[in-house]
């Protein structure tokens, strides 16, 4: 029980009642400011929610600045064997014609099993890798398991495996890497395996190597960098593949649109914090960045001109739309203005406004929020102090009337048996008489 525990038994008043009652009343103050501490987090959770909304906006619309957005290429294949990509190089417009020779393969080697495979065990085996260095590999016995284990465990690129075919049981040994770096040779065998695929490189020539034309080989069939800007795999022999390097307009369109849907996902932002009955509602500043973006849009670019011409317009509902086939027709008839109006106008001003924002408005909103939130977090503290003093001198207060009580009540007691006492006594002496 606490030291200022209240049974009101003296006086018959409910004080424990009363005491909370009455710190409900004071603690108003306190209360008021911890409805205004929540609303300050909720206007700072509303902010940090558009700041990295405009964080995200900035960051699609730089990317739609950077020439490299504009210079995005693609390849295409005249064979569907050959599959390839562009590189950071690759030139629009620019094409290249080869023949692909061979296709890389890895070696395959196999050993027909009767018994045992090594007479001498002890012996052990020795593996030669492709550079030429030889592996010695001990054996528990002469069994083609043992030589299985054996290369398996020695990591040296080879897989063995105790095949059974229909001939009977085949020890092979695998290469697990193509090309003629992956090739090996293996003694010690009672037999020589037999080499039934050849560690090969794949290899294409580009024109008539014996007049001037040239080879390249390649230990998988990816050729990376053997044409300027090119990366491709080929898939089958084949003679007169064209690689052909265009202008990748879609990959263009991707930017266009991400840096349309980062500006619908501000306005949107901004739309739900500053609504009717939002934390945020009617906030002037806020809903100036709403004005600021639509109004970016609305005017244009640089030389007047309507974005929508190149696919970026304003709806009835106060957001961006783009229209991907207006951007291809655009840019196919002029890729340099269409270039110079979305990068050069509306990216631009995009990120001046992002950046802008970020830094003029949400930041100080941001940062003058913490410092009402410490404040009202001191303010909040000292209260409990405070509270907690006066319920301490409130139970103290009526801790002492119930003492009081308690005393008048004993005294009131003594004195009424006294009285008794006293009548009682002269009633006895009146009757003896």
Do not use: C
Not at 61 to 81: E, M
Not at 93 to 114: C, K, M, N
Request: proline letters at 2%.
């Amino acid at each position: 029980m606490s030291a200022f525990s209240i049974s009101g038994l003296s006086s018959g008043i409910d004080t424990t009642s009363l005491i909370s009652q009455l710190m409900t009343v004071a603690a108003q103050p306190q209360t008021a400011l911890k409805t205004q501490l929540t609303n300050e987090q909720n206007d700072i959770t509303d902010y940090k929610a558009i700041n990295a909304k405009l964080t995200a906006f900035q960051a699609a619309a730089d990317a739609l600045k950077q020439a490299s957005a504009w210079s995005a290429t693609k390849a295409s294949s005249s064979n569907p064997a050959v599959v390839a990509s562009t590189t950071s190089s690759a030139i629009a417009g620019s094409s290249s014609t080869f023949d692909v020779l061979r296709l890389a393969s890895a070696q395959i080697s196999t050993l027909a099993v009767t018994g045992t495979v090594v007479a001498n065990p002890p012996a052990g085996i020795d593996v030669t890798d492709g550079s030429g260095t030889v592996h010695h590999l001990t054996l528990t016995d002469g069994s083609a398991n043992a030589v299985v284990t054996a290369v398996n465990n020695a990591s040296l690129g080879i897989r063995a495996a105790l095949v059974n075919t229909d001939s009977g049981q085949v020890l092979q040994f695998t290469a697990t890497a193509t090309g003629t770096a992956g090739s090996f040779s293996i003694s010690g065998l009672d037999n020589p395996p037999q080499t039934v695929v050849a560690a090969q490189n794949a290899q294409i020539a580009v024109g008539n190597p014996a007049a001037g034309g040239y080879t390249v080989s390649s230990s998988t069939n990816t050729f990376n960098n053997a044409i300027p800007g090119l990366t491709f795999s080929v898939g089958a022999v084949a003679s007169g593949v064209t690689l052909s390097v265009s202008s990748d307009a879609s990959a263009i369109s991707t930017k266009v649109q991400a840096l349309v849907s980062a500006a619908n996902d501000v306005l949107s932002e901004l739309a739900n914090d500053t609504g009717k009955g939002a934390a945020l509602e009617g906030n002037y500043q806020l809903n100036s960045i709403t004005q600021a973006v639509l109004n970016t849009v609305s005017h244009g670019d640089a030389s007047g001109h309507s974005f929508a011409a190149a696919g970026v317009q304003l709806t009835s509902t106060g957001q961006l739309k783009f229209d991907a086939d207006a951007f291809a027709a655009a840019y196919t008839a002029d890729p340099t203005g269409t270039q110079t109006s979305l990068a050069g106008s509306l990216a631009t001003s995009m990120s001046n406004l992002a950046s802008n924002t970020a830094t003029s408005t949400i930041s100080p909103l941001i940062n003058s929020g913490n410092s009402q939130v410490a404040g009202l977090t001191k303010q909040i503290s000292d209260w409990d102090t405070r509270l907690a003093a006066q319920q301490t001198a409130l139970q103290q207060k009526y801790t002492a009337m119930e003492v009081a009580l308690q005393k008048l009540q004993s005294t009131s007691s003594w004195l009424t048996s006294a009285l008794n006492s006293a009548t009682n006594s002269s009633s006895s002496n009146s009757k003896s008489n």
